[in-house]
């Protein structure tokens, strides 16, 4: 124990510190994304798996063709876009089940990126390449990752603000209701699907460009990694704020949700678990997550004739 407890170095752990948060603010990007499905839309979107990798693959392919980085990132969130349209027709038009829809176009998507790319993986000469993006730039990919959640976040809170914004919040709330007022909530699906899995493939892109490469596989398990950041942001967000949250407090703790897992994430690689074993610790820390406000409900609440008693006690 003193042998290993003496090869860990703190000064390591802060090295590493700058490009975790520089992953978490990208991934937050992607976290958005599953925010819109899983917490505004209530659909189990499992689309995204499939369209960061395509995000990645057309972005790869497009700077590796001399295409401008900005321009690129355009490209892969249109791909995105397509994606969640096509898991909306097939849950929508086709009366699908949301998971199972999901899971369809996932798997075509495989087959599509490898299409895309030729092969399961394809890289760009990162030294003669310009990009936005850089795991070679720490300092400015924090900076670049930081002003594009910040756009979005800001897009994000206007858009929902607004009579479509608000009817897919009310879709995803009580989509009987919605439909009573009038609202298609099936095209609101799709329209949600579109913008969510295009947030996604934007930050497969911008993960593409940052660490130079695109694989086939590099969205599997990234699912888990989104809610994982949803529900952190989410459980901190209203163990701060209480009462007092709002939907753009929600946005921003969704995004320090991604950043709280990779600086975690680093500190499990730091003490030197193995690899491995990394999507059984994500997959235990969701879980965790999950239960709390289930656990604080049943275990730690009030009843409801108690609380009363209380708060008439101290009147």
Known sequence: MAAYLASLNPAALLRVWPGDIAQGLVWGIMALGVYMTFKILNFADLTVDGSIATGGAVCVMLLAAGCNPGVALVAATLSGVVCGMVTGILHTVLGIPDIL????????????????????????????????????????????????CAVLIGLLYWYFGTEQGSAIRATGCNPNMARAQGVNTDLMKVITLALSNGLV???????????????VNMGRGSI???????????????????????????????????????IVYGFVLWLKFPSDDMKLLTAIVVAIFLSVPYLKGKYFSKPVSAAKKEEKNHA
């Not at 092969?119 to 300092?139: D, E």
């Not at 493939?201 to 694989?215: E, H, K």
């Open 224 to 262: 888990v990694i989104g809610l994982a950041a949803v529900i952190i942001g989410d459980v901190l967000c209203t163990a701060i704020f209480h009462k007092h949250l709002n939907f753009l407090l929600k946005l921003i703790f969704t995004v320090l949700g991604a950043i709280i897992y990779y």
């Open 201 to 215: 493939a934007l930050a497969g892109g911008m993960i593409s460009q940052y660490q130079g490469f695109a694989d």
């Open 101 to 148: 829809a999901g899971i369809l176009t996932q798997i075509a998507l495989y087959s599509i990126n490898l299409n895309i790319m030729g092969k399961a993986n394809q890289s760009f000469n990162v030294s003669s390449t310009v990009v936005l993006i850089s795991s070679g730039k720490i300092t400015m990919a924090i900076v670049v990752g930081a002003i594009f």
